[in-house]
Every structure is written in C-alpha cells, then in structure tokens.
C-alpha cells in the first residue's frame, strides 16, 4: 500500500511539458489522500547544453502542489546529500523520471540511495530510454540508471521495447493521459481575433519546442506543394527553436511560402496555449521518429483532428480515419493527409476524438503506478 511518494523530475520554477505533468500527477495522487510531493531541480542542465532560451517559467507557483527544488545534476555531493534526505523520509514509492542520458548519473544515484533503507521502491517513468539525438556513452549511462529501478513504467509500446533492452524487471503501460491544466476550450472566431487571423482562413498548426527530428522542414516543403498552395492553407508555427533558427527562415523564404507562414517562436505560458491551438483547424505532427507525443493529448483536450506520422508510438493513439490521419514522414503524405483532413472537414472527426479521449484519465495513470507498486 502506498500511503506516501516522491516524484523526482521536473517541476516549477522549470518549465515545459515535463513539469506539468509532473505537477498533474501529483495532485491526482493528492486526491487519492496519498501524501505526495515532487523533488525538482535547482540546476537541471548547464546553460551550455541548454538549447532554449531559458529553462525557467514566469509564471506564479501552482497551486496545491508541494515541490522541493533540490537536485543539482551535475554535483555528486548533492546528489548524496538528495539521496540521504529522501532515503531518511523513507516514502513508500519514489517515482523517477527519465528522457536523457545525460541525467542518468544523479537519477541513478539517488535512487540508489534512497532505496538502501530496504522500505522505498523505485519506479522509473520513461519518456525517452533512447534519446532522439544519440550521444556516445548513451547506453552506458541508461544502464546505469535502469540498474538503479525496481520497475518500469511506459507511454507506448515502442518505449517499453526500448525498457526491455536494458531491464528485465517488472514494466507496465499506460498512455499519456491528456493536460487539463490549459483551461477550457475557446471559440475559434475569438482566438483568430485575438491573434488578428482571418476567420474564413485555413490554418494549420504545428506545436512544440522545434527540433530536427520533429520535421518541421518536411512540413515546411509540403506547404510547397502545388495541392496545399491551390488549397490557401496558412501554417502557424508555434514553439521556441531548439536548434539553428536560420536554417528554417531560410528555408521558408526559398520556397516562396511566407506568405502562409505564421510564426510564434517564443516560448507560450501555459495560460497563452488555449488561443493558438483553438485558432487551428488541425494539428499537425510531421516527425521524423518519436516516442510518444505531449501534442496529441493537448489536441484531444481541446478536441482538434491530427495529422501525425507513422513513426515511434504516435499512431498508437490516434486513429487513422477517426481521430485524424496518419502518414508516412515525407513531403508528399504529409502534403495528402493535409489534404484529406479538410476533405473530410473537422465535425467528421469530433464524435470519434470525443469518444477516443475518455482513455486517457490521470487516474488511470496513477492506478497503473499503484498497480506495479503491488508488484514488486
């Protein structure tokens, strides 16, 4: 029985996907009447491997969630000092997250530590157990860290076969569950006036932190295509470069698209997220490998058809025909998915993504840890 937990990952003041997550799961548990709390970062990555402009967030603390900013992951005396204090708390579960190598040794140390009080058992929650850009010295450090857990808990099939080539200890798996903390939907007439678009445009959007196995040049040259051009499609492009900015501004100005090119390429605060994403048609997620995605369940929160890739795990949640289309990563799918999309139109969509959603609960997720908990 789990009457307390930790979670170590991400947390305010950091920002992003992962720290809202972590900030939903724990309240989910708190509901539960489990004391639960989060063990975030006071030094997540040196600025020099940070590809983004800032890892913290502006925004205000949330609210009902306890978080003790604690982890330096670059200093192993901290991480002793971490491991210690959680180890003394001695909670009944500690819940670590895991994306990159690079955090592998203070993750792994730390569990390490805590668990020596022969009462806390570890599971990790993997977002990524091969990273999207492979560095040498990857697998040893993700041994390292899988050595340290007691079990495994996954967002897709293709995460979990990566799991099992480094661990055979017990795993199991449960979808992304979908963000609410975006607020309710808003009328599309009113977030096309907010960001000054026209209301009779066709507009598409791509969302996230851009990076190059997310594909957004491959999205950048369908737009080019002479059915997408005929067809007036607008692109909006929303989330901050993670990597050469130029390359793409080039890119749009040399196939004659930036017309139909609307950028955002700064980071959105989670309370801005509602107006680009309700101003859109469809969402569109043009990668060239993934895991899971943080997109698809902020698409069926707000209940927008997608177009994704047949890559990774993303076709896993988004079925093809009902809750979207699903193509293959080059120019010519994507510019024909696009296409279909609005042949279809999206009320065509809206009674299957309403349906697909209820799938993907926060309670579910926090069931599956209780679960795996009984388990080891």
């Not at 708390?89 to 390490?112: H, N, Q």
């Not at 996954?154 to 979990?160: E, I, L, R, W």
Request: net charge positive.
């Amino acid at each position: 029985m789990v009457n307390s937990l930790v979670i170590m990952g991400p947390a305010w003041p950091l920002r992003g996907g992962l720290s809202a997550f972590d900030e939903q799961l724990v309240r989910t548990f708190t509901s539960k009447g489990i004391n639960a709390r989060i063990e975030t970062f006071s030094l997540q990555y040196p600025s020099l491997l940070f590809p983004g402009k800032t890892q913290y967030s502006n925004e205000p603390a949330p609210i009902n969630v306890n978080i003790s900013i604690g982890i330096n992951s670059i200093n192993p005396f901290n991480w002793i000092r971490v491991g210690l204090r959680i180890k003394k708390e001695c909670p009944d579960l500690l819940i670590v997250r895991f994306w990159i190598p690079f955090l592998a040794p203070s993750l792994g140390t730390i569990s390490r530590i805590v668990k020596s009080n022969k009462h806390t058992k570890v599971i990790a929650i993997i977002d990524n157990m091969i990273p999207h850009e492979k560095r040498i010295g990857d697998q040893l450090l993700t041994k390292y860290f899988a050595n340290a857990m007691d079990g495994f808990l996954t967002m897709s099939d293709k995460v979990s076969k990566d799991v099992k080539q480094f661990s055979s200890k017990p795993l199991i798996l449960s979808p992304h569950p979908i963000f609410a903390h975006f607020g309710e939907a808003i009328l599309k007439k009113d977030a096309r006036q907010i960001l000054g678009i026209n209301e009779s445009d066709k507009l598409i959007l791509f969302f996230g932190f851009i990076r190059h196995y997310k594909g957004l040049d491959i999205l950048l040259r369908a737009m080019a295509t002479e059915s997408i051009k005929n067809s007036n499609i607008k692109l909006m492009i929303v989330g901050e470069f993670y990597e050469d900015t130029q390359t793409y501004y080039d890119l749009i100005k040399d196939l004659g698209i930036a017309e139909r090119v609307i950028l955002h390429t700064e980071f959105v605060p989670d309370t801005d997220v509602k107006k680009y994403v309700c101003a859109s048609d469809f969402i569109i997620q043009p990668y060239r490998n993934a895991t899971q995605s943080g997109v698809t369940p902020l698409a069926y929160h707000f209940e927008i058809p997608m177009l994704v890739t047949n890559v990774g795990a993303l076709a896993d949640t988004v079925p093809n025909g009902k809750c979207g289309v699903v193509v293959s990563p080059n120019v010519e799918a994507i510019a024909n998915g696009i296409i279909e999309l609005y042949q279809n139109g999206i009320s065509y969509y809206t009674p299957y993504i309403k349906e697909e959603k209820k799938k993907y609960s926060w309670e579910q997720m926090a069931d599956n840890f209780l679960t795996l908990h009984q388990r080891l």
